[in-house]
């Protein structure tokens, strides 16, 4: 596609239920980030990969939260036993390699969890 | 956490007046970049800078950057209803950094 996409949009969790939420990057990007929105903050960076290595997960808040890139394309991210306090939008992001700098990200229109 | 602060956190005014909203950070960067997000959706990027820039245009948006005082400043001109959209600076860490950082935003309103 010609964007990032995200799915699913919406996901009602039961506390203590493992989540899956999966992106699907613009196709060539190096660079797939995460990042957690709650409601009426800004994004708040979660990880980060380029190609198919974790080079930052210094954001993930627990390690409940486990994200994989295994072919340096589409990314999931896991949240085990999932907590009220999960609930956020899940956003991703993606970029082309900018060496020395960050570049324009592209963000998908991002998963809404709720945990009940 | 959080690199920066925008300032106001919501901004109401009408439509065709000017709107400024401002950014401060707090670590040196290489480049900083505002983002729109209208309600419900992903964040769409408006522009980037560069610490070496001081002033850019694009369109009806004008960003202007002061690295001495760690701040930045988006002026969008001629304001439009649809302009209605929380607005985020970003931040990379400096030293080569991918991630960016995001502040807290302004939510905008345009009133017709």
């Not at chain 1, 060539?28 to 930052?56: C, I, K, M, R």
């Not at chain 1, 999960?86 to 960050?102: E, I, K, N």
């Not at chain 2, 983002?35 to 990027?45: A, E, F, M, T």
Request: proline content about 4%.
């Amino acid at each position: 596609g010609a964007g990032v996409s995200q799915s699913p949009r919406y996901k009602v969790a039961k506390r203590g239920q493992d989540v899956a939420l999966r992106c699907d990057p613009i196709s060539g990007h190096v660079s797939l980030f995460w990042y957690q929105q709650a409601l009426g903050q800004g994004p708040e960076f979660l990880t980060y990969f380029q190609n198919e290595a974790q080079l930052d997960k210094s954001g993930l808040p627990s390690d409940r939260f486990f994200a994989e890139r295994p072919e340096g394309s589409v990314s999931t991210l896991k949240i085990q036993r999932t907590q009220q306090e999960d609930s956020a939008v899940y956003l991703c992001a993606s970029s082309a390699w900018t060496p020395g700098a960050a570049g324009e990200l592209f963000f998908g229109e991002g998963s809404r969890l709720t945990v009940l | 956490s959080q690199q920066g602060e925008e300032d106001p956190q919501a901004l109401s005014i009408q439509e065709g007046e000017n709107a400024t909203m401002n950014c401060s950070y707090k670590t040196s960067i290489n480049n900083l970049q505002w983002y729109r997000q209208n309600s419900g959706r992903g964040l769409v990027h408006l522009i980037l800078i560069r610490s070496n820039e001081r002033e850019k245009h694009s369109g009806r948006l004008r960003v202007t950057l002061d690295t001495s005082k760690k701040s930045s400043s988006l002026l969008i001109t001629a304001s439009r209803a649809a302009d209605t959209a929380s607005y985020f600076c970003a931040t990379d860490a400096g030293q080569g950094a991918q991630k960016l950082v995001f502040g807290q935003g302004t939510r905008l309103t345009i009133n017709p």
